[in-house]
């Protein structure tokens, strides 16, 4: 196991929740390298060269949880590119009970879980309005609420999981960008090496 003695936080959090954003802030901060599962996706979507281009996309705008497997390897290719560097932010992932398990047992473990909580209806509203310019073809209102079934059904049993592990940060996102990014630095500051 390669990453077995890195720091690897996994950030999650309900779609829109703040996840892409506050992980930002923390390279600049903390020498993190930000991986996200969903730009990850996204991109291997994108490459014409790849055999999961139009599963990928159905699966986004269906907000389903593509096959771990693809997902899982498109991480570890990341992390071994910067194998390097000893901080690693893993975001939007792990999304079910099942990948956590799979990555646990083919990657390496998580020391901490940031949990960016936020009401529905906040997300619903920061999701739409991002939808204007994002061109993200799950910011329309059909995709965002199969997003949120999904998060409910799949995503939350994981973090409910992590929380009997006493890995979890929860960091309430109501506030404004730069209050909630406070309250995650000073929570992040608290348990690096
Ligand atoms: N914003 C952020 N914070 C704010 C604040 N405090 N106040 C006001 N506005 C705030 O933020 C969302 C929007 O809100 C932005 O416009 C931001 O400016 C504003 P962002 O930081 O982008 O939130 P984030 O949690 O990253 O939202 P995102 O939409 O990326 O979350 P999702 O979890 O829905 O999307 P992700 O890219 O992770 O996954 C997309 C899809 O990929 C999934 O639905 C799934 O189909 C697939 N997927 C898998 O199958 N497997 C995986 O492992 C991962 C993804
Ligand atoms: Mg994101």
């Known amino acids: 196991f390669p990453f077995d003695k890195k720091t690897v936080v996994?950030?999650?959090?309900?779609?829109?929740?703040?996840?892409?954003?506050?992980?930002?802030?923390?390279?600049?901060?903390?020498?993190?390298?930000?991986?996200?599962a969903g730009d990850l996706l996204r991109a291997e979507q994108k490459r014409e060269v790849s055999q999961y281009g139009a599963l990928i996309a159905?699966?986004?705008?269906?907000?389903?949880?593509?096959?771990?497997?693809?997902t899982i390897g498109l991480l570890r290719n990341a992390m071994m590119d910067r194998k390097e560097c000893d901080r690693f932010l893993i975001d939007g992932f792990p999304r079910n009970v099942e990948q956590a398990k799979a990555f646990e047992e083919t990657?390496?473990?998580?020391q901490k879980v940031l949990y960016?909580?936020?009401?529905?209806?906040?997300?619903?509203?920061?999701?739409?309005?991002?939808?204007?310019?994002?061109?993200?073809?799950?910011?329309?209102?059909?995709?965002?609420k199969k997003r949120f079934n999904t998060y409910v059904n799949d995503s939350k049993p994981v973090?409910?999981?992590?929380?009997?592990?006493?890995?979890?940060i929860t960091i309430s996102c109501?506030?404004?960008?730069?209050?909630?990014?406070?309250k995650t630095r000073k929570s992040v500051e608290q348990f690096l090496p």
């Open 107 to 110: 990657v390496c473990r998580a």
């Open 10 to 36: 996994f950030v999650l959090g309900g779609p829109g929740s703040g996840k892409g954003t506050n992980s930002e802030r923390l390279v600049g901060d903390f020498g993190f390298v930000h991986l996200s």
């Open 116 to 144: 960016f909580e936020c009401p529905e209806t906040v997300l619903l509203e920061r999701l739409l309005n991002r939808g204007k310019t994002s061109g993200r073809s799950d910011d329309n209102i059909e995709s965002i």
């Open 174 to 182: 109501q506030d404004s960008v730069d209050a909630v990014y406070e």
């Open 159 to 168: 973090i409910e999981a992590y929380e009997k592990e006493g890995k979890v």
């Open 58 to 70: 159905h699966y986004i705008r269906e907000g389903l949880i593509v096959p771990h497997e693809i």
